[in-house]
T-cell receptor
Framework: DAGVIQSPRHEVTEMGQEVTLRCKPI?????LFWYRQTMMRGLELLIYFNNNVPIDDSGMPEDRFSAKMPNASFSTLKIQPSEPRDSAVYFC????????????FGEGSRLTVL | AQSVAQPEDQVNVAEGNPLTVKCTYSVSGNPYLFWYVQYPNRGLQFLLKYITGDNLVKGSYGFEAEFNKSQTSFHLKKPSALVSDSALYFCAVDTGTASKLTFGTGTRLQVTL
């Protein structure tokens, strides 16, 4: 299995631009999670999906952030417009069994907003 | 609200010596506890978990953790550290119903020769 695949691995953009991060979960996994990691705030859960349905988006910082999961094999996290404080590593993770199963993380997308 | 505390930012240990990385938790209800490891520029990798049963849990790469309900702790241990164990270690807690893993701030383990 290829594991969780995220793209791009690195993104540098100007403030105000739209950023789209992509994730392909492990085939057969039915839960998908988006996390953000920064030095200041550590690892934060932004949103998670179960069977392609958003279950909890209380961690999404503000309306500039949105996430979609149109099918079981693809999810996007969009930031529009981006701001320098959005600079972070964004991780996607998937799991087979909600609640009891371990999460499998992608390699992350490092976002730098200038 | 559930929370996890990792009181040490960094733990230093010599190769061959035992290591302990500390974790305490706070939840309402029964905790599901996890340890993850992160190598530089990589995603987190699952090490082990406690859901129920034996308080001593064995995981990958020779790591183990002991669940202590009275002290609300779940410390990670290894009898003999390796230089290759050097990484960032995260403790996490969930109650199973919310499916929201709450991670600690991480502890950097540095193993030297």
């Amino acid at each position: 299995d290829a594991g969780v695949i995220q793209s791009p691995r690195h993104e540098v953009t100007e403030m105000g631009q739209e950023v789209t991060l992509r994730c392909k979960p492990i085939s057969g996994h039915n839960s998908l999670f988006w996390y953000r990691q920064t030095m200041m705030r550590g690892l934060e859960l932004l949103i998670y999906f179960n069977n392609n349905v958003p279950i909890d988006d209380s961690g999404m910082p503000e309306d500039r952030f949105s996430a979609k999961m149109p099918n079981a094999s693809f999810s996007t996290l969009k930031i529009q417009p981006s701001e320098p404080r959005d600079s972070a590593v964004y991780f996607c993770a998937s799991s087979l069994k909600r609640g009891l199963g371990e999460l499998f993380f992608g390699e992350g997308s490092r976002l730098t907003v200038l | 609200a559930q929370s996890v505390a990792q009181p040490e930012d960094q733990v230093n240990v010599a190769e061959g010596n035992p290591l302990t990385v500390k974790c305490t938790y706070s939840v309402s209800g029964n905790p599901y506890l996890f340890w993850y490891v992160q190598y530089p520029n990589r995603g987190l990798q699952f090490l082990l978990k406690y859901i129920t049963g034996d308080n001593l849990v064995k995981g990958s790469y020779g790591f183990e953790a002991e669940f202590n309900k009275s002290q609300t702790s779940f410390h990670l241990k290894k009898p003999s550290a390796l230089v290759s164990d050097s990484a960032l270690y995260f403790c996490a807690v969930d109650t199973g119903t919310a499916s929201k893993l709450t991670f600690g701030t991480g502890t950097r383990l540095q193993v030297t020769l």
